[in-house]
């Protein structure tokens, strides 16, 4: 005798024995018997519907099942305005990293800008550039550092323009001569000196967001290393706990974006 459970038909099996769900049972041997068999018992289904029956089957599925949502959006490639107009290419000369020596400063042997007066310096570079010389209140107070890796300080300085920006500006002695290796106008959110590297951060569109330029010396001039997008709360967050990158030079400077020369930061 067979059992049919929806669309299946079975027997049960205990043991060595088939039980036969409707009170006859069957010994091993064959023989009868009108007890059914209480010891535990496993359903052997025998799947008696073909392939070709699924689909009739999937048609009783609830419905949870899945749902169109109507008809894809066509995709179609970006559009682009004045594709024949682009900026000209920066000038060697024009380059925030090209190294220019300044011109009205007494040579410097001892190759250390430690040696160099920072306002002399920084009032010298932009008189050659055309421009008036900077407030000393607006020259933030420099930064002694050894960027270039030849166990020299260099000098790193900032001009405040406004209230909202700033020129970052790095000096080093090149072959006795005072030499600009890096000019940078920009938002200063933050400047930080770590293993060599100098970090600028600057705000983006995006409030969630900063912008980190990482400079690196790569022998010859100040290379930008890398550009990445960083959490200022995340960075706030290290700083509370006592993780902030070293500011200070070996001969006792400020932190790199500090107040302005002689005042706190």
Do not use: F
């Not at 682009?86 to 040696?115: F, I, N, Q």
């Not at 072959?175 to 890096?182: C, G, K, Y």
């Amino acid at each position: 005798m067979t059992v049919r459970v929806c669309g299946y038909a079975g027997v049960w099996v205990c043991g060595g024995a088939e039980v036969w769900p409707y009170g006859r049972g069957r010994d091993d041997d064959g023989g009868g018997g009108d007890e059914m068999r209480r010891s535990p018992c496993l359903l052997v289904l025998l799947p008696l519907l073909s392939l070709p029956l699924l689909p009739l089957l999937a048609a009783c599925a609830g419905p949870e099942g899945l749902e169109s949502d109507g008809r894809a959006r066509d995709v179609k490639a970006p559009l682009a305005l004045w594709p024949g107009s682009s900026p000209a290419p920066l000038a060697r000369e024009d380059s925030p990293t090209a190294r220019k020596p300044v011109r009205g400063v007494p040579r410097v042997p001892s190759g250390s800008m430690a040696d160099a007066d920072p306002l002399a310096v920084v009032a010298a570079d932009l008189t050659a550039e055309g421009r008036r010389p900077p407030a000393p209140k607006a020259v933030r107070r420099p930064v002694l550092h050894d960027l270039t890796g030849d166990g020299k300080p260099d000098l790193i300085t900032a001009v405040d323009l406004d209230p909202r920006n700033s020129e970052l500006r790095v000096y080093s002695v090149q072959h006795a001569v005072v030499t600009r290796v890096l000019v940078l106008r920009a938002v200063l959110a933050g400047v930080e000196l770590a293993a060599g590297h100098l970090s600028v951060r600057e705000p983006t569109k995006d409030p969630r967001y900063v912008a980190v330029t990482d400079y690196v010396w790569d022998g010859d001039s100040m290379a930008l290393w890398d550009l990445t997008l960083d959490d200022p709360r995340k960075h706030l967050t290290r700083q509370v706990r006592g993780t902030r990158p070293a500011g200070g030079g070996p001969s006792g400077g400020g932190p790199a974006g500090g107040g302005p020369a002689g005042g706190g930061p």
